[in-house]
C-alpha cells in the first residue's frame, strides 16, 4: 500500500547561467538569456531559433505537471471570427495525423490533465499540460503538425465555422439554414449580456481589434478562401512564441521543434499596427443591449467610463496602475463600490469592464455600473469621486493588504501553476513586451515598497494627474431594449433570406449534396492507428494517498505548502436547516462574509482579513453519503494565511461568526440581493446546461434538489421573489429574522472538525492548540430536529415531458437525467466508462458536428449516482433530446465499440482521477467527502476492470429499462417554435 508525503522539492535554478549560457546554441536555438527567479524557486531561459526567429521561453521547476503551448500572433482583420474558426479547423487533421478531429480524439488516448486551444483579442494559442512524458511527446507533436501543417478542408470549415444547410439534411425540400459549430458557440457566447457588454466596449475604444471570437452577424461572410490565406500569413515560426514549464528535459523539445520548424525559412516580423481609440476628446458611445429579466424594468442600463494609460511596455508603470485598481475598486472599502453602489444606491454593482485591463498594446482603466437608471449622474460621480482622490489620502493599511496577498500569490502552490504563468505572460510577450519582466514580482514589489516609503499617496496622485483628472474619456452604455432579441433574429433572417435569393438552381443543388456528404463523413468510420496513444499500462495501478493524522477533531496534514498553513472547518448540520429555508442558504453565506458585525462595517473586516490571511470563506455544502446516496449538509469555512499569522484566522472567523447580526444591516443585505440578481441572468448564459442537470437530477436525488434550491432554477425564481419585497418593510424583515434563526442553529461546537495542513511539525502543534481553544469557544448547540429523509424530498417526474426554463438567450441548452446508484456500488464505475464511451463515440458527431452544438456529451455523478446527458449552446435541442433517449438502444443494436475504444474511455476518465492536486488539497477528500482511501482504490480497480459486456449490461439496465417516468428532461433557453415542442412541456419562466 503506497503512502506518501509531498517532500519540498530542490530548486531547480541550478546556476542557470552555467547550464544554458548567453549566446549558447542548442538544437538550432540561441540563447538569449537566462536567469534565476527564486522566489518562484524556478528559472526562466529565453532562446531564439536562429533559422526563423520563433521565440521559445521555458520555465525549469521541480514541477511534475508539465506544459507545452504554441501561440500566434493573430489579429482579427473583422468581425468574421477568422481566428477563433481557424482555431477550431486547425484541429481537424494535418498532414501527418490526417483523420477528422484528432485533436478531440487525444482527449481519449492521453493522461493530459489539461488540453484545449484558445483565441485571444489578438493572438491564438494551443496549450497542454501533463505529468507523462510520452504523453507529453505525443501531444507536442500533435500540436505542432496541426498547427504548421493542418489540412484544412473545406467540410471541416463547413462543419466548424458556418455553412447553409437544409434543416433536414436528407430532405432537399425542407428549408436553408445558417449551421456551424462557432456560430452557434458565439450566438450562445453574445446572449451573455456581461460579455456582449465586455466585447461591445472593447470593439468601441479599439476598433481596429475586431471580436477575434467572431460576430454571428458576420461570421457569415467568412470565405474559406480567407480561413487558408489567414494560416499562410500568420502561422508561420516566424510568428510563433513556444512555451514549456516544468522538469522536463528541455533539449527534448528544442530538437523537436528545430525539425519542425527548419523547412519554414525567416520572415520578418509581424508589424503591430491596432491602435485604440486617440483620445483627443470625450467620445461617448450608446447602443441597445438585451433586457435582463431579473432586472426592475427601470435598471436595465449599464455605462462605463475609461480612460487610456500608457502602454504596458511600461511593465513598472503597469503594475503601479494594477495597485491604483485594486484600492478603487476592489471590496467594500474602495471608494468608487462605496460611492456608486452603498451609499447613493445609484445601481447594483459594478461593471463587467471594471479595474485597469493590460491584455493589448494599451492599459484601460475603467470604471462602470450595471443595474442604474440615471447614466448622467452616475458619470458625474465618477468624475467627482476622481477628483476629491487627490486630496483624500489612501489608507496606508489598504495598500499593505495588496502587497501581503501579492506576496501570498507567490507562495500558494496550485497545480496549474504553470498554466497561469503562461496565461499572464502571453499576451504581453506577443506585443513585444519582456517576458522576464513580466515574471519579476519581487522586483517591482521592492521598488514599489522603497518608491512607496518616499513618496506615499503622491506615487498614485501623479497617475491620476497624468492619465485622469481633466484628461478625455471613452465612455459605453448599453441601455435595455425589449425588442433586442427580435431585432437579432430579424437581421439573421434577412440575411438568410438574402443569401438563398442569390442562388441558383445548381446552388442549390450543390448545397443539398455537399450536406449529404458531410453527413456521410461524419458517419464514417476512421483509421485512428496513425494517432499516438497511451494505453491502460499508462494508468499507475494505484493512487497516491495523502497521509493525514487524526486526533479527535483535528486532523492534520504535514506536506510542502512554502510557508503557508491552510485551515478547513466543517460541522454537520443534520436538522439544523429546515427544508423550506434551503433557498436561503447562498444569501446566508453571502451575508456572513459582506455585511459586517455589530460593531464593524464589512469594509473594516474585509481589510482585516486581506492584511493577515490569504482568505476566508464561509459556506454551507452538501454532499451525498457514499453508500446511502442521502444528503449531508456541512457548514465549511477554508482559510490560509502565513504560518506566523494563523492566530489571526481563528480570531477573525470568531468575529465573523460570532459579532455578524444578519437582521441588523438591512441596507447592507439589499445590495448584496441587487448584485446577485444582476449578475444571474449572465451566470445562466454561460452554465446554461448545469441549470438543467439540476432541474432533471432534482427528481433522482435529494441532494440535487436541495442544490436545485441553492444554485439552480429554484434559486432565479428566490431571488425573483427577494427583489420583489424588497421595499416591503415588513415582509423584508422576516427574511432577515428568518437568516438570524438560521445562524443560531448552524454556528455551533458540537461536531465541528478541523483540518489543518501545514509545513512543518512545529506550526502544525502551534496551531493544533489554537483550533482546540477554538472549538472550545464556541457555542454548544441547542436541541435540533432530527433529520428525516421524507422531509426534504426529491421531485417526482409527473409527465413524460421536458421542461421548458425560458431565458432570453439565442441557443439552448438540455440535460436529461436518469437514476445509478452509490459511490460504492459496483455499477457506478461501469456507468462512468459508459458515459465516456457515449461521449466520445456518438454523441460528439450526433450533437456536436451533426446537430451543430458547442458541445455535449454524458456524465456520471459518482458520489450522487446521476447519469446525465447535456448538450451546450445547441441550435437543434428537441433533436439532442431525441439522441439522448435512444442512447442506450445505440449501445445494444448499432455500437461496435472494440477493445481499444474501452482503453480510450478509461484513459479519459483516469486524467480527472489522477490529476495533479495543490498541496493544500492532499487529503481534502477524505476531510471533506467522508470517501477513505480503501474506498477509492476499490472504485479504481473497478474502473480498470470493467468489461464490453459490463456497459452494455448497464446501459440496457439503466439507461433503456427504465420508463419515460423515470427520467427526466429540460431545455434552458427561449420559447421553441410550436412544432418543436408540446403545450404539455411545462414552462418555469424566470
Not at 520572415?267 to 433586457?291: G, Y
Request: charged share 25%; hydrophobic share 35%.
Amino acid at each position: 500500500m503506497l503512502r506518501f508525503q509531498r517532500v519540498v522539492p530542490r530548486v531547480s535554478v541550478r546556476r542557470v547561467a552555467n547550464v544554458y549560457p548567453e549566446g549558447a546554441v542548442l538544437h538550432g536555438y540561441k540563447v538569449r538569456r537566462a536567469q534565476e527567479i527564486p522566489e518562484m524557486r524556478m528559472a526562466a531561459v529565453e532562446l531564439e531559433h536562429e533559422m526563423t526567429g520563433a521565440q521559445h521561453l521555458h520555465l525549469e521547476r521541480e514541477d511534475q505537471n508539465n506544459v507545452f503551448s504554441i501561440g500566434f500572433r493573430t489579429p482579427p482583420p473583422n468581425a468574421t471570427g477568422v481566428p477563433h474558426i481557424l482555431e477550431h479547423t486547425t484541429l481537424c487533421g494535418s498532414r501527418k495525423y490526417p483523420v477528422r478531429d484528432p485533436f478531440f480524439k487525444m482527449l481519449n488516448r492521453s493522461l493530459a490533465n489539461f488540453m484545449n486551444a484558445m483565441t485571444a483579442h489578438d493572438h491564438t494559442f494551443y496549450p497542454f499540460a501533463t505529468t507523462n512524458r510520452k504523453d507529453f511527446a505525443n501531444l507536442r507533436d500533435l500540436y505542432l503538425d496541426a498547427t504548421l501543417r493542418p489540412l484544412l478542408r473545406h467540410a471541416d470549415f463547413l462543419q466548424e465555422g458556418w455553412r447553409l444547410e437544409h434543416r433536414d439534411v436528407g430532405d432537399a425540400n425542407s428549408e436553408l439554414v445558417f449551421k456551424g459549430v462557432v456560430y452557434n458557440e458565439m450566438k450562445g457566447q453574445v446572449s451573455n449580456a456581461d460579455y456582449y457588454f465586455w466585447i461591445r466596449f472593447q470593439e468601441a475604444i479599439y476598433p481596429e481589434l475586431h471580436n477575434s471570437g467572431g460576430d454571428p452577424e458576420h461570421i457569415t461572410e467568412l470565405s474559406y478562401e480567407d480561413l487558408v490565406a489567414f494560416h499562410q500569413n500568420h502561422y508561420h515560426p516566424s510568428n510563433a512564441k513556444t512555451f514549456t514549464y516544468g522538469n522536463f528535459p528541455l533539449h527534448e523539445t528544442l530538437r523537436k521543434l528545430d525539425d519542425e520548424f527548419r523547412g519554414f525559412g525567416r520572415r520578418a516580423a509581424p508589424r503591430l499596427h491596432e491602435k485604440p481609440l486617440q483620445l483627443r476628446e470625450a467620445v461617448a458611445v450608446e447602443e441597445p443591449c438585451q433586457i435582463d429579466p431579473m432586472l426592475p424594468a427601470d435598471k436595465q442600463c449599464r455605462t462605463s467610463m475609461t480612460w487610456i494609460c500608457g502602454n504596458p511596455d511600461d511593465v513598472y508603470e503597469t503594475f503601479l496602475l494594477k495597485i491604483l485598481g485594486s484600492l478603487l475598486f476592489d471590496g467594500h472599502s474602495s471608494p468608487f463600490y462605496k460611492r456608486l453602489i452603498e451609499e447613493t444606491g445609484l445601481a447594483y454593482e459594478l461593471s463587467v469592464n471594471t479595474g485597469v485591463e493590460s491584455q493589448t498594446a494599451a492599459n484601460f482603466l475603467t470604471v462602470g455600473v450595471q443595474g442604474c437608471t440615471d447614466v448622467s449622474q452616475v458619470h458625474n460621480i465618477i468624475k467627482e469621486t476622481f477628483t476629491k482622490l487627490l486630496s483624500q489620502p489612501f489608507e496606508k493599511h489598504r495598500v499593505e493588504a495588496i502587497l501581503h496577498q501579492l506576496e501570498l500569490s507567490k507562495k500558494d502552490q496550485k497545480s496549474d501553476f504553470g498554466l497561469q504563468l503562461l496565461y499572464g505572460i502571453l499576451p504581453g510577450w506577443v506585443n513585444n513586451t519582456d517576458p522576464f519582466d513580466l515574471l519579476s514580482l519581487n522586483r517591482a514589489l521592492q521598488r514599489f515598497r522603497d518608491d512607496w516609503n518616499k513618496e506615499g499617496d503622491m506615487l498614485f496622485q501623479r497617475l491620476l494627474e497624468k492619465y485622469i483628472i481633466d484628461k478625455p474619456s471613452f465612455t459605453f452604455t448599453m441601455v435595455g431594449s425589449a425588442d433586442f432579441n427580435q431585432s437579432k433574429e430579424q437581421n439573421e433572417q434577412a440575411k438568410l433570406k438574402a443569401k438563398v435569393a442569390s442562388l441558383s438552381e445548381s446552388d442549390k443543388e450543390v448545397i443539398y449534396k455537399r450536406g449529404l456528404h458531410l453527413q456521410e463523413l461524419q458517419n464514417s468510420e476512421q483509421d485512428l492507428s496513425k494517432l499516438p496513444t497511451l494505453t491502460t499500462a499508462d494508468i499507475p495501478l494505484s493512487s497516491g494517498r495523502y497521509f493525514v493524522s487524526r486526533d479527535g477533531p483535528i486532523t492534520t496534514r504535514q506536506t510542502d505548502t512554502n510557508g503557508i498553513t491552510y485551515i478547513r472547518m466543517k460541522r454537520p448540520l443534520k436538522g439544523a436547516i429546515p427544508y423550506d429555508a434551503y433557498p436561503f442558504i447562498p444569501l446566508y453565506s453571502d451575508g456572513l462574509m459582506n455585511i459586517g458585525t455589530l460593531l464593524e462595517e464589512a469594509s473594516e473586516i474585509e481589510e482585516q482579513i486581506r492584511l493577515h490571511t490569504g482568505g476566508i470563506s464561509v459556506s454551507i455544502g452538501v454532499h451525498p453519503n457514499v453508500d446511502t446516496r442521502l444528503p449531508e449538509l456541512y457548514l465549511e469555512i477554508s482559510a490560509c494565511a502565513l504560518n506566523s499569522k494563523t492566530q489571526y484566522v481563528f480570531d477573525l472567523i470568531s468575529k465573523i461568526m460570532n459579532e455578524t447580526a444578519l437582521s441588523v444591516r438591512s441596507e447592507k443585505m439589499k445590495v448584496l440581493i441587487r448584485a446577485a440578481a444582476s449578475s444571474f441572468t449572465s451566470y445562466a448564459a454561460e452554465n446554461g446546461h448545469d441549470l438543467a442537470r439540476l432541474h432533471t437530477g432534482a427528481h433522482f436525488s435529494q441532494t440535487q434538489a436541495i442544490m436545485e434550491n441553492t444554485a439552480g432554477i429554484e434559486q432565479v425564481r428566490h431571488m425573483n421573489n427577494l427583489m420583489s419585497i424588497i421595499d416591503k418593510e415588513a415582509e423584508f424583515r422576516a427574511v432577515l429574522q428568518k437568516l438570524e434563526d438560521m445562524h443560531r442553529k448552524i454556528f455551533v461546537a458540537d461536531g465541528l472538525e478541523v483540518m489543518i495542513t501545514t509545513d512543518n511539525r512545529q506550526t502544525s502543534d502551534v496551531v493544533k492548540d489554537q483550533a482546540l481553544k477554538f472549538i472550545s469557544s464556541v457555542q454548544q448547540s441547542a436541541a435540533a430536529e432530527s433529520w428525516l429523509p421524507e422531509k426534504y424530498p426529491r421531485r417526482k417526474v409527473e409527465k413524460p415531458y421536458p421542461a421548458l426554463l425560458q431565458f432570453p438567450f439565442q441557443v439552448h441548452y438540455t440535460a436529461q437525467s436518469m437514476q445509478g446508484v452509490s459511490y460504492t456500488h459496483e455499477d457506478g464505475a461501469h456507468l462512468q466508462v459508459l458515459s465516456s464511451l457515449l461521449t466520445f463515440k456518438y454523441l460528439h458527431r450526433e450533437v456536436r458536428e451533426k446537430g451543430g452544438a458547442y458541445g455535449g456529451g454524458a456524465t456520471y455523478n459518482a458520489t450522487d449516482g446521476i447519469f446525465n446527458f447535456f448538450s451546450y449552446r445547441d441550435p437543434q435541442p428537441v433533436r439532442s433530446l431525441e439522441i439522448f433517449k435512444n442512447a442506450g438502444k445505440y449501445v445494444l443494436n448499432e455500437a461496435q465499440w472494440t477493445g481499444n475504444d474501452l482503453n480510450e474511455a478509461k484513459l479519459s476518465i483516469f486524467q480527472r482521477v489522477d490529476a495533479p492536486i495543490s498541496p493544500s488539497s492532499e487529503g481534502l477528500l477524505q476531510f471533506r467527502h467522508n470517501i477513505s482511501d480503501e474506498q477509492r482504490d476499490k472504485r479504481r480497480q473497478q474502473l480498470l476492470n470493467t468489461t464490453l459486456e459490463d456497459v452494455r449490461r448497464v446501459a440496457d439496465a439503466y439507461l433503456v429499462q427504465p420508463s419515460s417516468l423515470q427520467q427526466m428532461s429540460a431545455v434552458v433557453g427561449p420559447e421553441l417554435p410550436r412544432e418543436l415542442w408540446s403545450s404539455q412541456w411545462p414552462v418555469i419562466k424566470v
